[in-house]
Structures are given as structure tokens and as C-alpha cells.
């Protein structure tokens, strides 16, 4: 899919998933991102109510990772409620990366070699 594709992307995940990192990078590379806040929407389809995407993919990380990455101050609950609510998207995702182990370099390589394939 080159750059210049009208698709757009829809990220969801977690807080501290990395997905504010994951947009900057793809849209430097010219594609059209969609940060949705998925995780703070009581409806579980917001994600697709307006102007759903054409490819959405989750980012997943785990409560410990949350923290160490933002310095969180959350309780696990917080975490359990934002996966309760983004469930639904990730039941329906294009792509689900788990991002605990990855940089956000390889999590982008990751996006990009998905985004090749469904030329």
C-alpha cells in the first residue's frame, strides 16, 4: 500500500500501548491515522460510528508495561476496564500487535510489512 493510499488507519489499544508514537510515525510517512480513544468510550463500536477506518489495528500491552512506559498512577481495575471496553475493536481488528517486548521502530516495521501485504 504506498503512502499516498486513501485509506485510513485506525489505531486502538490500551493507554501506553503506543499508539500516539505508532500515529506520528505513519503519518511522517504520509498515511492517514486515526488516533480512536476507544478505551475511554463507553459504546463498544465508537470505533466505528464516524468515519470508521479501513484498517484498524490494536496495539496490546500489559498493566506493568503501562506504567514503566507513562508512569501511570492506575489501579489494575482502570487497566481491566479499558480492556473490557476495547474488546469489541479488538475482536475486530485488521492487526493485533502486542507491544511489551517490541520498540516502537519494530512495532512500526511491523505495521508497514501488514500494510505491504494487503496490497
Same mark, same amino acid.
Given at each position: %500500500?504506498?503512502? *499516498? ?13 503506543? /499508539? ?23 459504546? #463498544?463500536? %465508537?470505533?466505528?460510528?464516524?468515519? #470508521?477506518? *479501513? ?14 512506559? /507513562?508512569?501511570?498512577?492506575?489501579? @489494575? ?16 481488528? *485488521?492487526?493485533?500487535?502486542?507491544? *511489551?517486548?517490541?520498540? #516502537? ?7 508497514? @510489512? ?6
Amino acid at each position: %500500500m504506498p503512502a *499516498d493510499n486513501p485509506l485510513t488507519i485506525g489505531l486502538v489499544g490500551v493507554c501506553g500501548a503506543g /499508539k500516539s508514537e505508532l500515529a506520528r510515525r505513519l503519518r511522517r510517512r504520509g498515511y492517514r491515522v486515526r488516533h480512536i480513544a476507544q478505551e475511554h468510550s463507553f459504546s #463498544p463500536t %465508537m470505533y466505528r460510528r464516524r468515519q #470508521p477506518p *479501513d484498517i484498524l489495528i490494536y496495539l496490546h500491552a500489559t498493566f506493568p508495561t503501562t506504567i514503566q512506559r /507513562k508512569g501511570f498512577r492506575w489501579h @489494575e481495575r482502570e487497566y481491566q476496564e479499558q480492556l473490557r471496553r476495547l474488546e469489541h475493536a479488538r475482536r475486530h481488528a *485488521d492487526l493485533v500487535i502486542h507491544t *511489551d517486548e517490541l520498540t #516502537p521502530e519494530e512495532v512500526e516495521a511491523a505495521v508497514l @510489512e501488514f500494510l505491504e501485504s494487503e496490497q
